[in-house]
């Protein structure tokens, strides 16, 4: 973790609009930051509801399953990415309540 002086607390993506929504901010947030996935895992980034939506409307169901796995992957290593370059030790970047944001660690 480093020093994070760019990002102010709170929520970057409201989960009240969905995991396209939510996934794509983070997705966007890391990529701006440097995180650079593979290329082909990139197109996949830059794709990602377009992607969703071929395998939705050709029904294939597996093929779709399969998709929203691999979107969920790279979306824990873009998250990844941004808790290791772009937080410090008492933030987090992740979900809290189905959104997504830079977040406060508190001990429960």
């Known amino acids: 973790m480093t020093e994070n002086n760019k990002y102010e607390l709170g929520c970057y993506g409201d ?3 969905g995991p396209d929504h939510t996934r ?3 997705f966007d947030t890391a990529l701006n930051e440097g995180w650079e996935p ?3 895992d990139k197109k996949i980034v830059d794709n990602d ?3 969703l939506d071929f395998w939705r409307n050709m029904g294939d169901i597996d093929m779709l399953q399969s998709c929203v796995i691999t979107l ?3 979306e824990d290593e873009a ?3 941004l808790n290791e370059h772009c ?3 008492s933030h987090y970047w992740g ?3 189905g959104s997504f944001g830079y977040w406060e660690i508190t001990e429960d």
């Open 15 to 17: 989960g009240s609009f």
């Open 72 to 74: 969920q992957e790279l």
């Open 49 to 51: 509801i377009s992607y």
């Open 87 to 89: 937080s410090d030790d």
């Open 79 to 81: 998250i990844d990415y």
């Open 95 to 97: 979900y809290e309540e």
């Open 38 to 40: 593979s290329e082909h």
């Open 24 to 26: 794509r901010r983070a």
